[in-house]
């Protein structure tokens, strides 16, 4: 998403080679959606991945979210999601993704109906796999009787832990893989978010109730305590925090957006957290510890928590 939007200005070359540097060191997870930038997202994924370079990655992309001048809106019907399906693989530039994913549920069109044209879309053979994202367990349990669920997306990190009571155990029970996106809280557990002065003016995350002046104070604290147990593990807050989420038995999709970062991210996968190490992490970091709404009110439904 980062690359497209949100986050600073674009820098297609940079996200480009980013990408290849994430093959380079065996991340073949490439995971995108078409809303993402209205588009622009999927064009970089597809300019990336020319020139031999699909054939080394699993491909997901989203649908179901549509741009609009008043923000955001939702539509799940099957004839927008044969439509959009379509779109993306011209996008990408490939005849089909490995993966795709209903981007968030539309309480206008029955699961049912929209999970029928997914599968749809598998018979055709434009996905081999279909996911949700952002959704509860009972819209998990229904989706899931109609055509088998590979993947749920949704937000997980030390920041952001209501999954764990009820939708990691569905996903375990019934055989779902789970992808964590925002495993950084938005780059808050990186450590390199003091104050909201460090971010843009123009960034999405001043918006976030989580980013607010009091609250990234607080939120702070809890990340100097990450802080002080990463340094002791020599490595870095961000590596120390998906190095936890890897522990969780879940595929965290940090939004690295240029070679630095990615090369950091990906350290993560040499830290070797012990038992202790997990226990410390919790003590520092417990469940429910951080403060603010991961969206603001006019967002909140566009998530399914419960």
Request: with cysteine; aromatic share 6%.
């Amino acid at each position: 998403m980062g690359m497209a939007e949100f986050y600073g200005e674009r820098n297609d070359p940079e996200s480009v080679a980013t990408i290849h540097r994430a093959i380079d060191h065996g991340l073949d997870f490439i995971d995108t959606a078409d809303m993402y930038g209205d588009g622009v997202s999927e064009e970089i994924v597809g300019s990336a991945l020319r020139g031999g370079w699909r054939e080394k990655v699993t491909l997901a992309t989203k649908c179901g979210m549509i741009r609009t001048e008043s923000g955001v809106a939702l539509d799940g019907s099957p004839e927008h999601i044969h439509r959009a399906i379509d779109a993306s693989l011209k996008r990408l530039d490939t005849d089909h993704v490995d993966l795709y994913y209903l981007h968030r549920l539309d309480p206008e069109v029955p699961i049912e109906e929209s999970v029928g044209a997914l599968s749809e879309i598998v018979a055709q053979g434009k996905a081999r796999f279909i996911g949700l994202s952002e959704m509860g367990p009972g819209t998990i349990r229904r989706a899931h009787a109609v055509h088998p669920i590979s993947v749920l997306q949704t937000e997980y990190s030390l920041a952001t832990r209501f999954v764990e009571e009820r939708i990691l155990p569905l996903c375990r029970e019934l055989g779902i893989g789970f992808v964590a996106w925002g495993p950084l809280s938005r780059g808050l557990l990186s450590g390199q978010i003091l104050r909201d002065e460090d971010l843009a003016e123009t960034d999405l995350r001043r918006f976030l109730p989580r980013f607010a002046p009091d609250n990234l104070e607080r939120n702070g604290a809890i990340v100097s305590r990450l802080n002080t147990i990463a340094s002791d593990k020599g490595c870095t807050t961000a590596q120390l925090c998906l190095a936890w989420l890897v522990a969780q038995g879940v595929v965290p999709i940090p939004g690295s957006q240029d070679r630095d970062m990615l090369d950091e991210n990906a350290g993560a996968l040499d830290v070797d957290l012990s038992a202790d190490d997990l226990a410390l992490i919790e003590e520092a970091a417990p469940r429910g510890a951080f403060v603010g709404d991961r969206f603001p009110p006019s967002l909140t439904h566009l998530v399914e928590e419960d």
